[in-house]
């Protein structure tokens, strides 16, 4: 079970990112928002970081200087700077190793929630997809359907917009590809909103000046793991609410 959410001293978060829940092992959810980095990138050092603090490439970690000399903090995957939402790192490498394996043999679920335009066929199914992906402009990445990366994801429509255009969407990928639930909404003409890459631009356009939101509406809401570790099952469930932005979407007159 995991322990009340107390920050621990030594975890210095970044701008708007708060600690969710914590697992005595040494699992911590963070939440952040969006436009913040899982980790730094080589144009932008750590200035907008989920962590302020040094991050090691090898060994995908951040090393945090404690009153007790330096400590390493572990990032178990990745969410992409638009996304808000969840993401967890680990303060050991025992810990780590046994969480970035079970992410990537897909068992651990992950929950999001995104806002997409389109006209509802199915109320709730699974995309399978494939996916390719590509660099453009050095270190950006696009990725695209038709490749051999197998993607998929259960998805279902919670919710309608007043304005009937907007839908609230679950999505619960069982596949960990580069920027997968945007393509796959994308391909299935479910464009998130706010999304710059594969979205639909024009509606991205009218919303943003009515409400001069710029966001991609996608969140990590919920982590659910339970997975040996120890000698013991290890189990830690983590949940984020929509930001206020969500709602404030949803009420938003579309035409």
């Known amino acids: 079970m995991s322990t009340p959410p107390v920050t621990p001293p030594q975890l210095p978060l970044g701008k708007g990112v708060s600690l969710i829940a914590q697992h005595p ?3 911590f959810a963070l939440e952040k928002p969006e436009g913040v980095l899982a980790h730094p990138n080589e144009d932008e050092g750590s200035k907008r970081t989920l962590l302020l603090a040094p991050y090691d490439n090898d060994s995908e970690c951040y090393k945090v200087k404690t009153d007790n000399g330096e400590k390493n903090f572990y990032l178990l995957h990745r969410l992409d700077s638009p996304t808000s939402g969840l993401i967890l790192i680990a303060d050991n490498l025992p810990l780590a190793e046994a969480i970035r394996k079970a992410f990537r ?3 651990i679920q992950k ?7 389109g006209s509802v066929r199915k109320p709730h199914g699974e995309w399978i997809d494939t996916l390719t992906k590509r660099n453009e402009q050095g270190s ?7 490749g051999n990366q197998s993607a998929k994801a259960h998805y279902k429509f919670l919710k309608r917009s007043l ?4 839908h609230l969407l679950e999505l619960k990928p069982t596949t960990g590809r580069t920027h997968q639930l945007r393509v796959q909404c994308a391909e299935h003409d479910y464009p998130i909103v706010g999304d710059r890459t594969y979205g639909n631009f024009k509606l991205n356009t009218d ?9 991609l509406f996608l969140h990590a809401c919920h982590v659910s793991i339970s997975i040996p570790f120890n000698g ?7 949940r984020s609410p929509l930001p206020d932005n969500f709602e404030k979407l ?5 035409d």
């Open 25 to 27: 092992a040494g699992l």
């Open 207 to 215: 919303i943003r000046k009515k409400t001069g939101e710029k966001r």
């Open 140 to 146: 950006h990445v696009r990725s695209a359907t038709g």
């Open 105 to 107: 043999e897909h068992r």
């Open 232 to 238: 013991s099952t290890l189990t830690f469930d983590a």
């Open 111 to 117: 929950t999001y929630n995104a806002i997409v335009s």
């Open 163 to 166: 304005s009937g255009r907007l």
């Open 250 to 254: 949803f009420h938003l007159k579309v």
